[in-house]
Nanobody, 116 residues
């Protein structure tokens, strides 16, 4: 079983920054993808950014140039640095692990609110 523990959400003013962290523990396959999704009220969950175990990263168009995803393989931790935050970034952010052939796991979510 895998556990994903997220941290770093909160309230920030427009233009501000936050850094989310997610640490995975348990049975983790050596080749995996770690991703951040978000879900705003009344909207579907969407992929924000992802990074493969080899380091290749991908981003939603809406966050390119503002968000940066990175990972520390030794710590099984993924980070999401979010800069120049906008009100439309307000959502619950979920960590996601695509754990090779062993399935997909989700964190509990962390709230990010961008408001003045």
């Amino acid at each position: 079983q895998v556990q994903l523990v997220e941290s770093g959400g909160g309230l920030v003013q427009p233009g501000g920054s936050l850094r989310l962290s997610c640490t995975a523990s348990g049975r983790i396959f050596s080749i995996n993808d770690m991703n951040w999704y978000r879900q705003a009220p009344g909207k579907e969950r969407e992929l924000v950014a992802g990074v493969a175990s080899g380091g290749t990263a991908k981003y939603a168009d809406s966050v390119k140039g503002r968000f940066t995803i990175s990972r520390d393989g030794a710590k099984n931790t993924v980070y999401l640095q979010m800069n120049n935050l906008k009100p439309e970034d307000t959502a619950v952010y979920y960590c996601n692990l695509r754990n090779g052939p062993w399935g997909i796991d989700w964190g509990q979510g962390t709230q990010v609110t961008v408001s003045s």
